[in-house]
């Protein structure tokens, strides 16, 4: 693979990226319409939720923005924005099941989930320092090559969290839907809508970890080249 080719994966994964962000804003939107069984506003369905596998120490709690819900393993917090909070769409239930996922995850103790975690303090570092690493490194790479080298190693632990991201969402998702489906949250007229939006979420995670590993193989590629 030589350089003019990386570039053309990373322009057919940056329309893919936009693409997949305005395809989760506009099912929200759409999906936002169609009201759900009960009339279950997204914090009343987080939270029957969570009673329903026992778990009794996560708080649900309002948050600002716009698809900013997640869940905070530190402190057990299931955060849900505005919309997700008091709307009883469609939508607003399964973003706060698929959150709630992430909770049913940390309480019975999900591998992915806990390797996730224990990635974040080095990512967190990595995150500060790296982009500063790995422009020196270019600009050094043919008389210090060592130091773009550090900086690929950095970048390959943010690389490693994207990737592990992915099963992490996929359950999260599976677990949501398995539940609202079981517990006639949703209705056969709505749970298609519920499974596509989450869809449609999941190919962000996806198009995210495959970004970060076509940057992961360009820096690669800049090593490799500096010592020939």
């Known amino acids: 693979m030589n350089i003019p080719i990386i570039w053309i994966v990373f322009g057919v994964l940056f329309i893919l990226s936009l693409i997949a962000s ?15 069984n009960y009339n279950l506003s997204g914090r009343e369905v987080a939270e029957q939720m969570l009673r329903d596998n026992d778990i009794t120490d ?19 917090t299931l955060n849900l924005s505005r919309d997700v909070y008091h709307g009883t769409s469609v939508a607003a239930a399964a973003v ?4 709630c996922g992430h909770a049913v995850q940390h309480a019975t103790a999900y591998y992915w989930l806990g390797l996730r975690s224990k990635l974040v303090p080095a990512v967190n570092f990595s995150s500060r320092v790296v982009p500063w690493i790995l422009l020196g490194g270019i600009l050094m790479v043919e008389k210090f090559p060592q130091l773009l080298l550090v900086g690929i190693i950095l970048f390959a632990i943010t690389t490693l969290f994207s990737v592990v991201t992915l099963p992490v969402e996929i359950n999260a998702s599976r677990r949501a839907l398995v539940w ?10 709505t749970h298609g809508y519920a499974e596509s939006a989450l869809r449609s979420a999941a190919y962000t995670y996806v198009i995210s970890a495959l970004t970060s590993l076509a940057t992961l193989l360009y820096y690669v590629m800049i090593y490799l080249s500096g010592r020939d």
Do not use: C, W
Not at 22 to 36: G, P
Not at 60 to 76: A, F, I, R, S
Not at 96 to 99: I, K, L, P
């Open 58 to 76: 996560v708080t649900v709690q309002e948050v600002n923005g716009t698809l900013t819900d997640h869940y905070n393993p530190v402190n057990k």
């Open 180 to 189: 609202l489906n079981t517990h006639n949250i949703t209705s056969p007229d």
């Open 22 to 36: 305005k395809s989760v804003e506009s099912k929200f939107k759409k999906y936002s319409k169609i009201r759900m």
């Open 96 to 99: 706060a099941a698929h959150e």
